[in-house]
């Protein structure tokens, strides 16, 4: 049986649960880039740079979007803050979803820049993801198991 962690009188169980396997949805298709570049290659006789494109533009955008993230934190305050980790969290599984959807196209088109896009916004929706489901984690339930709950999920 699963402990509830409870602060204040609430039960932080069922959401825990919701951002875990969320953790486990983006973690399963990040290592399905791997199994995308063989057919990739393939498909576009692609040499071994353009083939590795294929990572540099998912984990690229990792880097572009905490980039974006921290420059608009610090111009104009933490976007988290003022949206909230409910609407962060849609937002990042919008943009993921979106760069999920772009794959159809892409591959009805038969167009490898397609497929670097869509990878890239997939990416920059596990940035949002990540930036938003981390710190929320850490405030669902006792600050002093925070670390523990985030290497759970």
């Known amino acids: 049986m699963i402990n509830e962690v409870?602060?204040?009188g609430r039960s932080?169980?069922?959401?825990l649960i919701t951002i875990t396997l969320l953790f486990f949805m983006w973690g399963f298709i990040t290592c399905m880039n791997d199994i995308l570049i063989p057919y990739l290659k393939q498909l576009f006789s692609?040499?071994?740079f353009e083939s590795m494109l294929v990572q540099?533009?998912?984990?690229?955008?990792?880097f572009?979007?905490?980039l974006i993230?921290?420059?608009?934190?610090?111009?104009?305050?933490?976007?988290?803050?003022?949206v909230g980790y409910k609407k962060g969290i849609l937002f990042g599984i919008f943009l993921a979803a979106l760069g999920c959807v772009l794959f159809y196209p892409a591959a009805s088109l038969v167009s490898y820049p397609l497929f670097l896009?869509?990878?890239f916004i997939l990416g920059l929706g596990f940035t949002v993801l990540q930036i938003t489901a981390n710190a929320y984690v850490s405030l669902l339930?006792?600050?002093d198991s925070a670390s523990s709950r985030l290497n759970m999920t």
């Open 69 to 82: 993230y921290f420059l608009i934190s610090t111009t104009s305050g933490d976007p988290i803050d003022k």
């Open 56 to 62: 540099f533009c998912f984990f690229g955008a990792y």
């Open 46 to 48: 692609l040499t071994f």
């Open 141 to 143: 339930g006792p600050e």
């Open 64 to 66: 572009i979007g905490s």
């Open 12 to 15: 932080y169980t069922v959401p």
């Open 117 to 119: 896009g869509a990878l």
């Open 6 to 8: 409870k602060t204040k």
